[in-house]
């Protein structure tokens, strides 16, 4: 995927493992059904007469959009975890996501103060991490999630080892 606008030229964006799929869809259809417990919860009280009941055009109304929403969103899945990616330069690190909203950050390696590695237990049992690189700005949201354990174990060392080589240089 390539976006004329935002993408600098010439970089070939180091892609998430195609696994981060599953974890999406796991993570997704949880929250989507949390969420349709929570507002079906009036509707079924609503039905069987112990809540006042809602007119038939919001109930309709309601459940359209929630499920009409939740197809988007999950159809959506594999193109957004197809669009996270990264790329390692000289000076910094350069991480891609959105597919509406597109983002590219570059984070100078200078600007490192440490690099964190994470995994709940779907990552884990799917062999994946979580790359999070804090810098000193509490505003930077330099992460890659989705990366294969074994290269988010290379990353940390490398990107650590080249932050404390730019760091000492300062």
Known sequence: MHSEAIDPTGVEWTRV???YITVKYITGITGWLITFAIVGTPLV???TGIW??????LQVLVIGGLVFWTAVDLILVPRRVRAIGYHERADDLLIRRGLLWQRVVAVPYGRL???DIEAGPIMRKLGLCTVQLKTASAATDATIPGAVRSE???LRDELAARGQARLAGL
């Not at 006042?52 to 055009?57: D, I, M, N, R, S």
């Open 17 to 19: 493992d195609e696994k």
């Open 45 to 47: 009280l609503s039905w």
């Open 52 to 57: 006042a009941e809602f007119p038939l055009w």
């Open 113 to 115: 103060q440490y690099v």
């Open 152 to 154: 988010g174990a290379r």
